[in-house]
C-alpha cells in the first residue's frame, strides 16, 4: 500500500523561494503545485478557511526544512547547502545511498575537528558541509576500488 500525503514547504528554486504545496509517497517528495500556495476562499465558504490555511502553512514552514528544486526534484537543504551543490552531490543526493555510508565517517570527523578547533568555527561548519565533504571522499574511494 502506498503511502500518499502532502504538506506545505517552501521551495528553493535558486532565483526565488516560494510556499507550495509538496506531495509525497512513501515518505518522499515526488511533485508539488505549480504555482504557490494561496489562502482564499469563495462567498459560499468560511473565512476561517482561510486562517486555518495559514496556520497550518505556517506551522509546516517553520518545523520543515527548505527543499531544493533541481532538474524537477525536490531536495532536503538539510542535506545540502545551494553553495556545495556540484553534479556529484545532485547525484548522491537523489540517491541518499553514497550519503548513508558515509554518516558515520562525517560525525567521526567532526568529533574530531570540534576537539581540534574552537566552537566559532565549529559552528559555522554545519553537519550538512562535512557530510558533503565525506561524500567526496566516499565517491573517490569508491571510484578508484572500481578503477
Same mark, same amino acid.
Given at each position: 500500500?502506498?503511502?500518499?500525503?502532502?504538506?506545505?514547504?517552501?521551495?528553493? !528554486?535558486?532565483?526565488?523561494?516560494?510556499?507550495?504545496?509538496?506531495?509525497?509517497?512513501? &515518505?518522499?517528495?515526488? &511533485?508539488?503545485?505549480?504555482?504557490?500556495?494561496? !489562502?482564499?476562499?469563495?462567498?459560499?465558504?468560511?473565512?476561517?478557511?482561510?486562517?486555518?490555511?495559514?496556520?497550518?502553512?505556517?506551522?509546516?514552514?517553520?518545523?520543515?526544512?527548505?527543499?531544493?528544486?533541481?532538474?524537477?526534484?525536490?531536495?532536503?537543504?538539510?542535506?545540502?547547502?545551494?553553495?556545495?551543490?556540484?553534479?556529484?552531490?545532485?547525484?548522491?543526493?537523489?540517491?541518499?545511498?553514497?550519503?548513508?555510508?558515509?554518516?558515520?565517517?562525517?560525525?567521526?570527523?567532526?568529533?574530531?575537528?570540534?576537539?581540534?578547533? &574552537?566552537?566559532?568555527?565549529? &559552528?559555522?561548519?554545519?553537519?550538512?558541509?562535512?557530510? !558533503?565533504?565525506?561524500?567526496?571522499?566516499?565517491?573517490?574511494?569508491?571510484?578508484?576500488?572500481?578503477?
Amino acid at each position: 500500500m502506498v503511502d500518499r500525503h502532502w504538506n506545505y514547504r517552501i521551495i528553493d !528554486f535558486g532565483a526565488h523561494k516560494a510556499l507550495h504545496e509538496v506531495h509525497y509517497e512513501n &515518505g518522499e517528495p515526488v &511533485g508539488w503545485t505549480e504555482n504557490p500556495a494561496t !489562502f482564499v476562499c469563495g462567498d459560499d465558504e468560511d473565512w476561517t478557511a482561510i486562517t486555518n490555511g495559514l496556520a497550518m502553512a505556517a506551522s509546516d514552514a517553520a518545523r520543515m526544512p527548505i527543499l531544493l528544486a533541481l532538474d524537477g526534484k525536490l531536495i532536503s537543504s538539510a542535506i545540502v547547502h545551494r553553495a556545495d551543490i556540484t553534479e556529484m552531490m545532485i547525484e548522491n543526493a537523489l540517491h541518499k545511498a553514497a550519503l548513508k555510508p558515509s554518516r558515520a565517517v562525517a560525525l567521526k570527523v567532526r568529533r574530531e575537528m570540534m576537539v581540534e578547533m &574552537g566552537d566559532d568555527v565549529i &559552528g559555522a561548519i554545519t553537519e550538512s558541509h562535512i557530510v !558533503f565533504a565525506t561524500a567526496c571522499v566516499y565517491a573517490a574511494t569508491q571510484q578508484e576500488q572500481t578503477s
